[in-house]
């Protein structure tokens, strides 16, 4: 299994551009989620799936937008990048089995939006 | 909303000292509590997971424990060593998210 993968692994952008990060998982995970990180700060939520086609927002939905077509896939997109964007984005997967509960993460994005 | 404080925010010690890494949260209602390792610029590697059942949990020199009641979880590194020095994250579950603390920076000197 390759876990969870993430693309690009470092972007930089102008403000105003679009894009879009990539999340993979190929563990058959309902749940996905998306978290960013600032300096010193813990991760912060963005958006969550708990299965293709459910998508919900996090604690910092604000300019990211998500869906969520089929289990493997997760999609993060930047409609509008602001200078507030820059930040390091992880992607996760979690699995429960039998009361006990694992996640995965990916291992970054970084963003820098000029 | 479910905060997470980890103090101290550094930490610097001599090779073989014993780490004593804390993390508090405010909400008792938790489904697991967390404990990653961040090296610089990398990503998050799951050192233990308790169970809120669970009283505590062991991995090598690694040891942690929860006490939901008072909203707390230690987190002991034995014998520190120079490969030990990292960012280390407490993240409780609360079913469908995660809560971060800030993490604490751990520097252990040769």
């Known amino acids: 299994n390759a876990g969870v993968t993430q693309t690009p692994k470092f972007q930089v952008l102008k403000t105003g551009q679009s894009m879009t990060l990539q999340c993979a998982q190929d563990?058959?995970?309902?749940?996905m989620s998306w978290y960013r990180q600032d300096p010193g700060m813990g991760l912060r939520l963005i958006h969550y799936?708990?299965?293709?086609?459910?998508?919900d927002q996090g604690e910092v939905p604000n300019g990211y937008n998500v869906s969520r077509s089929t289990t493997e896939d997760f999609p993060l997109r930047l409609l509008s990048a602001a200078p507030s964007q820059t930040s390091v984005y992880f992607c996760?997967?979690?699995?429960?089995?039998?009361?006990?509960?694992?996640?995965?993460f990916g291992p970054g994005t970084r963003l820098l939006v000029l | 909303k479910q905060e997470v404080t980890q103090i101290p925010a550094a930490l610097s010690v001599p090779e073989g000292e014993n780490l004593v890494l804390n993390c508090s949260f405010t909400?008792?209602?938790?489904?697991?509590l967390q404990w990653f390792r961040q090296d610089p610029g990398k990503g998050l590697t799951s050192l233990l997971l308790?169970?809120?059942?669970?009283r505590e949990q062991t991995s090598g020199r690694l040891n942690a424990s929860l006490d939901k009641s008072s909203g707390r979880s230690t987190l002991y590194i034995a014998a520190s060593q120079p490969g030990d020095s990292a960012t280390y994250l407490c993240?409780?579950?609360?079913?469908?998210?995660?809560?971060f603390g800030a993490g604490t920076t751990v520097t252990v000197r040769a």
């Open positions: 996760a997967s979690k699995i429960r089995t039998g009361g006990r509960e694992t996640q995965y």
């Open positions: 563990m058959n995970h309902e749940y």
């Open positions: 799936s708990v299965g293709a086609g459910i998508t």
């Open positions: 909400d008792s209602a938790i489904y697991n």
């Open positions: 308790i169970q809120s059942s669970q």
């Open positions: 993240a409780v579950s609360n079913d469908y998210k995660l809560s």
